[in-house]
């Protein structure tokens, strides 16, 4: 809340005049109901294969340096308008959030640790001289929103639906300048049922291998470096891996695992963070092991965020939790010696998912994927998920009212 004091003071020096720019105020929100309601497409539709079907409004708040925030606006659906000269289009100013609603089995509308979002959504703006705005205001619009579409969009118990809030630069002006205009909006969208079926429930199922399968980045291509922009979540952070994903998805993989400098730590694969399991040292214990965050070059996931604590609080006795730089040559090695347990990545969008493979130079990793009793991400997944879809009652799971327009 710097930045409102700082301008506190800047109107009182210079004479008390000058109207302060707004803050973000959930309270002015104004709705207007969409007249032509889609047709909600069935669950097994094609058109639900791709992220595209989004639901029956959009909510919009415009923002300018001179006048702060705008009133915000839920309305129908549709195109948004910007001139060609918009900050966004040329200078990629634009961040975005990633999060789901869950309907959970007692029938109520669930965010999970959705002030995790808000908070990293303010630094990603900070990061790309985006305006900064009330942290709690944003979450009450959220819900809001949130809560007038689930009705309609997310009504079976065990389901979810995206949650995409997003922050662009408007200001139509080709100056490389940090915006003056700028619009944040939320749309909600079906994701694909790609509630990615555990990989080791597969197995316990008597199917073959299954699990994430992962290409170690090339020397020539780095998602992010110390002093960039690799811990926001930022779309300038995406388009430049899609040359590198593409080829993996040609060759058999889902992701690129993205390794960075001549010693190749691990980093993160697409948009999941990684996790490893060795065998520890010390007979009988197991560490969980994950990159730290040190050097900016990582995102922080409300996920990874949350298998840590969950991994701290409640697996204590078993594992140890280390956040520690990890390279691809002790991965080998561990492989090697029978120490690599399991491998899984975290993200809103896979959520916990085991790695079978990873491919990195003229190395293949078959990473273990242990059974049922033994996964840890197993467990940790349905630990979160519990919370997720109301099964236990936790802090995490943060309820939303539901109304219709
Ligand atoms: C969004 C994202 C993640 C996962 O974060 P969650 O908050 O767990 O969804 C991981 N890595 C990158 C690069 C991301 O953009």
């Known amino acids: 809340m710097g930045l409102r004091s700082a301008k506190t003071i800047g109107s009182v020096e210079s004479g008390g005049t000058q109207r302060q720019p707004a803050e973000l105020d959930a309270s002015r929100l104004t709705i207007t109901p969409n007249p032509n309601p889609k047709k909600l497409p069935p669950h097994d539709s094609p058109e639900l294969q791709t992220p595209k079907v989004t639901t029956d409004h959009r909510l ?189 998805r040609k060759s058999g993989y889902d992701q690129v695992l993205w390794l960075f400098g001549e010693e190749c730590f691990v980093t993160e694969a697409g948009g999941t963070n990684m996790f490893v399991v060795f065998k520890s040292k010390q007979p009988g214990r197991k560490e969980l092991v994950t990159p730290p965050l040190i050097d900016g070059t990582i995102l922080e996931g409300v996920t990874r965020a949350s298998v840590l604590d969950v991994a701290k609080g409640e697996y204590g006795h078993v594992y140890d939790v280390i956040e520690r730089k990890l390279t691809m040559f002790e991965l080998i090695e561990a492989h090697q010696d029978g120490r690599l347990l399991e491998a899984f990545g975290t993200g809103t969008a896979y959520f916990v998912t085991s790695c079978s493979e990873i491919q990195f130079r003229e190395h293949k990793i078959m990473v273990p994927v242990p059974n049922t009793s033994d996964s840890v991400a197993r467990e940790i997944r349905q630990k979160l998920e519990d919370i997720m879809y109301g099964n236990v009652n936790h802090a995490w799971g943060v309820e939303v009212d539901e109304n219709t327009v």
């Open 60 to 248: 919009t708040v415009r923002w300018t340096e001179e006048s702060g925030w705008d009133a915000p606006k839920i309305e129908p659906y549709g195109p948004l308008s910007l001139m060609p000269t918009a900050s966004v289009l040329h200078y990629a100013t634009e961040c975005y959030e990633g999060l789901k609603a869950y309907r959970g089995y007692d029938g109520r509308v669930r965010l999970f640790r959705p002030e995790r979002n808000d908070q990293r959504f303010l630094r990603s703006a900070a990061r790309i001289s985006l305006p900064a705005f009330s942290p709690g205001e944003f979450l009450k619009l959220l819900k809001a929103f949130v809560g007038l579409e689930t009705g309609k969009w997310l009504a079976a118990p065990g389901r979810f639906i995206y949650i995409r809030p997003t922050l662009i630069g408007t200001a139509p002006t080709l100056g490389v300048n940090r915006p003056q205009e700028a619009l944040m909006y939320i749309l909600l969208i079906m994701w694909p049922p790609l509630h990615v079926p555990n990989p080791a429930d597969q197995l316990s199922a008597g199917k073959s291998t299954y699990g994430m399968k992962l290409l170690a980045s090339q020397q020539d291509m780095i998602r992010a470096w110390p002093g960039g922009i690799g811990y926001a979540k930022v779309g300038a952070n995406y388009g430049p891996t899609f040359v590198a994903h593409s080829e993996a």
